[in-house]
């Protein structure tokens, strides 16, 4: 049972071409969360939501953002993509904040030509 | 300043090797929590292991067991009798109470040959 989904597992995209991504969940976790992935490297946290407020890193640049219009549903939008950019993008939920255990999607992964 | 150190890159084992993969953390607090995570081919990490820093009780569960020795700030991984299967890239990963972001370490590729 497919409890993270995350779509489309695969994203093609042209230099400056707006992506979004989606990641579901039927766990009704409070909180939900995206990483940055890049090969052969740990994930990094872009932002997260508690409920419904928004905590973005102080590193995550502009270009990303991110919208939760529901407890189950929430998206990444990367406005103009870079080829810096390409990479796995992880979603991952949590009951609670503070030392809770994620549960990942399969990940997104973004090619930018 | 990194939290989490996984020296070992990469580890190739023939199957039913046995495998320690390295973890030494860095944190001042007194009360934080330890993860260990694995991420096959297919993408999604899956959790293995949670543990507080008053827990220092070893766990073992199957083929996996995990040695955590607040000593020398580490949390060593063991899989025993290594198969195909456990290929994988494993990330330990911190957290502190009052922090709600997991610190991951750079991860360990695992690679176990038939």
């Known amino acids: 049972d497919a409890m993270v989904i995350q779509n489309p597992r695969y994203q093609v995209t042209q230099f400056g071409k707006p992506v979004t991504l989606s990641c579901s969940q039927t766990?009704?976790?409070?909180?939900m969360y995206w990483y940055q992935q890049k090969s052969s490297q740990a994930p990094k946290l872009l932002f997260h939501?508690?409920?419904?407020?928004?905590?973005n890193e102080a590193d995550t640049p502009d270009n990303f953002q991110s919208r939760r219009p529901n407890t189950s549903f929430c998206f990444l939008d990367i406005r103009s993509p870079g080829l810096g950019d390409a990479a796995m993008y992880l979603c991952?939920?949590?009951?609670?904040?503070?030392?809770?255990?994620?549960?990942f999607g399969a990940g997104s992964r973004l090619t930018v030509l | 300043a990194q939290k989490v150190t996984q020296a070992q890159t990469e580890i190739s084992v023939v199957e039913k090797e046995d495998v320690t993969l390295d973890c030494v953390y860095e944190t001042r607090d007194t009360t934080y929590y330890l993860f260990w995570y694995k991420q096959p081919p297919s993408g999604e990490l899956v959790f293995l292991i949670r543990r507080n820093s008053f827990d220092e009780q070893n766990e073992i569960s199957g083929r996996y067991s995990w040695n955590f020795q607040k000593s020398t700030s580490s949390f060593n991984f063991t899989i025993t009798a290594s198969q195909v299967v456990d290929s994988a890239v494993y990330f330990c990963a911190l957290s502190e109470l009052d922090d709600y972001k997991l610190s991951f370490g750079a991860g360990t590729t695992v690679t176990v040959r038939a």
């Open positions: 991952a939920t949590s009951r609670e904040r503070g030392a809770n255990v994620l549960t």
């Open positions: 766990l009704n976790h409070n909180v």
């Open positions: 939501y508690y409920d419904k407020d928004f905590n």
